[in-house]
């Protein structure tokens, strides 16, 4: 079993930044895959963007592509999500995601954490 917690959502401007971050614990072995998805009010659950745990491979959405960066730090068992220039429609529940794929759908991945609120306002 991996434990997932993610943490850094807030309340930004329209055009701001900010870091999400997602802690690893438990199994962290069996992760090879790690993932951000949003989900708004009334909408599905959506990718966002994944990583490999080796690093090697990003994969964004165009959504997002441009804007939001996704990384990991092995060491510390932890992924991050830096947003930038954030838009009024970035606004959701942001969860990140482990598992043994690299994917971008929710099946891609087994373990989930709790979620964190971004709310971008104008």
């Known amino acids: 079993q991996v434990q997932l917690v993610e943490s850094g959502g807030g309340l930004v401007q329209a055009g701001g930044s900010l870091r999400l971050s997602c802690a690893a614990s438990g199994r962290t072995s069996s992760i090879y895959g790690m993932g951000w998805f949003r989900q708004a009010p009334g909408k599905e659950r959506e990718f966002v963007a994944a990583?490999?745990?080796?690093?090697?491979?990003?994969y964004y959405s165009d959504s997002v592509k441009g804007r939001f960066s996704i990384s990991r730090d092995n060491a510390k068992n932890t992924m991050y999500l830096q947003m930038n220039s954030l838009k009024l429609e970035d606004t959701a529940v942001y969860y990140c995601?482990?598992?043994?794929?690299?994917?971008?759908?929710?099946?891609?991945?087994?373990?989930w954490g709790q979620g964190t609120q971004v709310t971008v306002s104008s």
């Open positions: 995601a482990a598992g043994p794929r690299f994917g971008s759908a929710t099946t891609d991945f087994g373990s």
């Open positions: 990583i490999r745990w080796s690093g090697a491979s990003r």
